[in-house]
């Protein structure tokens, strides 16, 4: 049963149901504990020409350095967004953090290197303070939010703290330093080749191996 994962929904009581399961279950083998298994980021690249849309959508991501934290990782992704200006967005996702930008065709090339700027080069002090206050009312305003967001949220700063409460999140932006973030600003780029998608007109959008040199 090692790796196996039950999904349900519409349980109206929670422990019959898990009760049942664990009868259903009874006489399976109990699997070995599960060991850590390594995973190598491959980036790669994805186009969808569409010219009518007038519009070129560009997303650039690499896997999250390791050993950051959720709060320097959020804290990161609003650098980026505040330290383009070329209407660049940062966002991060199960394990990456990346850059997005959209432009008319006639101004992709524009919004491609402010895109790239964004990402490798490191910002100023008042920009750093300024990603701190807004990733930290980002993950005050999760708890206010579903229960989905929530337990993300709780998740998140149990794995990296091991407790969870309003002074722990607090505390886990306040103690971010500037040296954390330029560091990992000069490594992002450079962990692995970059995952790169493109939707829209792509006349003037060119592959990722053009992007690559822009971000060296």
């Known amino acids: 049963m090692n790796g196996a994962i039950l999904a349900a929904t519409g349980i109206p009581d929670h422990k019959s149901f898990v009760e049942e399961v664990e009868s259903a279950f009874s006489e399976s083998s109990p699997g070995s504990p599960t060991q850590s298994v390594s995973f190598t980021f491959l980036g790669g690249e994805a186009r969808v020409h569409a010219p009518s849309s007038g519009y070129s959508h560009v997303a650039i991501a690499f896997p999250v350095p390791k050993g950051a934290s959720s709060a320097l990782v959020h804290v990161l992704k609003h650098c980026i967004s505040l330290s383009s200006s070329g209407g660049i967005s940062g966002f991060t996702s199960n394990g990456i953090i990346g850059a997005y930008g959209f432009a008319t065709s006639s101004n992709t090339g524009i919004m491609l290197d402010a895109l790239c700027s964004a990402l490798i080069t490191s910002p100023d002090s008042v920009v750093i303070e300024r990603a701190k206050v807004l990733a930290k009312a980002e993950a005050r305003f999760a708890l206010d939010g579903d229960s989905r967001s929530i337990a993300k949220a709780m ?11 309003s002074t722990v999140i607090t505390d886990a932006y306040d103690v971010i330093t500037s040296t954390q973030i330029s560091n990992a600003f000069k490594t992002i780029t ?14 003037t959008v060119p592959y990722r191996g053009s992007i690559i040199s822009k971000l060296a």
């Open 155 to 165: 998740s998140d700063f149990l794995l990296d703290t091991g407790s969870f409460s």
């Open 190 to 203: 450079k962990i692995a080749p970059p995952a790169f998608a493109a939707v829209g007109d792509l006349t």
